[in-house]
């Protein structure tokens, strides 16, 4: 019997030693993992930031006929905030019959942040037009534009100007001639009237 409990006592105490010494190295693995687990998700959100920065920087630009001889530009961030600071803007276009139009500097308009607008510089007919925009808001944008003639405003219709009838100064002495007929006659009337009563 008591050898048995010292055998027991030797595996007791092997076993004790054993989990004693694997348990630093257990620990050191759990705290690599952890390690590891925390490195990759800094990674991860290094990343998110660096995408989401891209697209902040980046431009949408929208290209569109003005409705006559002109493009207008209208430029805001990729993500939907609009444009504060003004950017270079070149426009380069290819018309009919092989025309070619640009570089163009775009200027800024008072119309609103980020409106760009070109002028008249295309003849009639259908554009492909091309806007660019350098580092550091990098972006291109293409479109299909169709140029017109621009609309002269419609020549004023005659306003025709009428002259009353008999108008004017000579409208006033018809009344004044009638009534001194009226007159004329009213005194004849008395005249004849009291030259019978004399005769009587």
Do not use: C
């Amino acid at each position: 019997m008591t050898g048995i409990r010292k055998v027991l006592a030797a595996v007791f105490v092997g076993l004790a030693l054993t989990v004693t010494a694997a348990a630093p190295a257990a620990a050191q693995a759990a705290q690599a993992a952890q390690a590891a687990q925390a490195a990759q998700a800094t990674q991860w959100a290094q990343a998110a930031q660096a995408a989401r920065a891209a697209r902040a920087d980046k431009l949408k630009l929208t290209v569109a006929g003005d409705g006559a001889q002109g493009v207008t530009i209208q430029a805001s961030y990729a993500d939907g905030r609009r444009l504060e600071q003004v950017v270079r803007l070149v426009l380069t276009a290819t018309g009919p019959d092989g025309q070619r139009v640009g570089p163009v500097q775009l200027e800024p308009q008072p119309e609103g942040h980020g409106f760009y607008s070109s002028g008249p510089v295309l003849s009639t007919g259908t554009w492909k037009v091309t806007v660019n925009s350098p580092a550091p808001l990098q972006s291109k944008a293409t479109a299909t534009v169709q140029a017109k003639a621009a609309q002269s405003p419609p020549a004023a219709e005659p306003v025709a100007v009428t002259r009353p009838v008999d108008g004017g100064a000579g409208t006033g002495w018809w009344p004044f001639a009638a009534a001194g007929l009226v007159l004329v006659a009213a005194a004849m009337g008395v005249a004849m009237l009291f030259g019978r009563r004399r005769t009587d």
